[in-house]
């Protein structure tokens, strides 16, 4: 199959228009979201939503978000409208927010890999909005990497992953946020299952209190079992292997530094991501500035790019960790998952080194 890529700057109305009867049809469109690059098939269609486990090598027991164009369109998907999901949908939809709930019977089991409930979302990006609305289907779509890889947030990771195995891919540039949105489940008490850029603050100043999934921050017990399907996979894993190093900006700087040379006599290569308050540190030796702590959006649009960009070059990733709060949980869930939860304390692995 050959993969077409068209612009959804300079030719939005053509590529949409393609894009929505490829849908129609029961194929496979990527296309830009404000947070990552979607994998689309028409969200009614057992059979297509199928090619999209095939075309991502996805496990089927892990279930798809269907993304719609209208707020009224949620009541067709869902079993009903609990009242509490109508104030966050007012603040903040469109956008990065997904609302998991009891499906309706149109919803097949083939989207939620056979549970009784089904994510909804309604992203704000332009190219997407004109795509779900020209198909006028609710389109079921993951990120458009190849399972286990880090999600795509421009479309050349997407052709990278899916070259020859799509029809169309819809080229919006760099996505706005860079980390998936954030999954709430409106099942019994509000839980995040999975952090973004709508952050708890965000949505404890909307409806009150909203749990975290315990899985966020750390590996499922064997025992666990896990809220959201998804968590319990290897993911976001780049060429290399990614090393965490947690501290303040003073103590991880010299923890990265130890460790980089250590590596490097080792025979590895190796690249740093560092932040704003560290990167002068880091001078002369490979290290790439991803953000700014203070700011962890800047963090989360720049993390899977540098994940994949970086991780072609080297053998081993050092990567800062940064405090939870706002949009840091959401850096720290994917950063931590990419490094399959190597960590490092920076203040501990200091005090044995002078020890020595
Ligand atoms: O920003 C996003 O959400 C992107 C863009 C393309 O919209 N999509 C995305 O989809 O990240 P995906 O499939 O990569 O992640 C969906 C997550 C998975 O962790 C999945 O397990 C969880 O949502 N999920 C979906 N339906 C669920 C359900 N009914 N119950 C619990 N977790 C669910
Ligand atoms: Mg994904």
Not at 277 to 303: K, M, S, V, W
């Amino acid at each position: 199959m050959i993969t077409q890529v068209i612009s959804a700057v300079t030719q939005e109305e053509g590529g949409t228009t393609l894009g929505a009867s490829l849908i129609r049809a029961g194929e496979l469109v990527a296309f830009p979201t404000e947070t990552v690059y979607g994998l689309g098939a028409n969200g009614l269609d057992g059979e297509a939503v199928n090619r999209i486990f095939e075309a991502k090598g996805r496990p089927n027991d892990n279930p798809l978000i269907l993304h719609i164009a209208k707020k009224s369109d949620l009541k067709k998907l869902w079993a009903h409208v609990p009242d509490r999901a109508y104030p966050l949908i007012e603040t903040f939809w469109p956008g990065p927010l997904t609302l998991i709930f009891h499906k309706a019977d149109v919803v097949p089991y083939e989207v939620t890999a056979g549970l009784e409930t089904v994510a909804v979302r309604m992203p704000s990006d332009r190219t997407a909005r004109a795509l779900i609305r020209k198909a006028e289907v609710p389109i079921a779509a993951p990120s458009a990497n190849r399972s286990g890889k880090p999600s795509p947030t421009n479309a050349k990771h997407v052709l990278d992953d899916m070259d020859g195995r799509i029809p169309l891919i819809l080229d919006g540039g760099d996505c706005k946020y860079g980390v998936e949105s954030t999954v709430l489940s409106l099942v019994g008490e509000p839980t995040i299952l999975r952090p973004g850029a709508i952050t708890r603050e965000m949505l404890e100043a909307v409806i009150g209190p909203v749990r975290l999934a315990a899985s966020i921050l750390k590996p499922l017990g064997e025992r666990e079992v896990a809220a959201s399907p998804g968590m319990k996979y290897k993911h976001y894993a780049p060429d290399a292997r990614v090393i965490v190093v947690d501290g303040t900006p003073e103590e991880t700087s010299k923890c990265v530094l130890s460790l980089y040379y250590d590596l490097l006599e080792e025979g590895k290569t190796v690249e740093v991501l560092s932040t704003a308050q560290t990167q002068f540190r880091y001078r002369g030796i490979a290290a790439t500035e991803i953000g700014d702590r203070a700011h962890p959006e800047t963090l989360c649009a720049n993390l899977f790019s540098a994940l994949r960009e970086v991780g072609a070059l080297c053998d081993v990733i050092l990567a800062e960790g940064v405090g939870t709060s706002e949009e840091g949980l959401a850096y720290m869930n994917r950063l931590l998952r990419a490094a399959g939860f190597d960590r490092i304390d920076a203040s501990e692995y200091n005090k044995k080194q002078t020890k020595q």
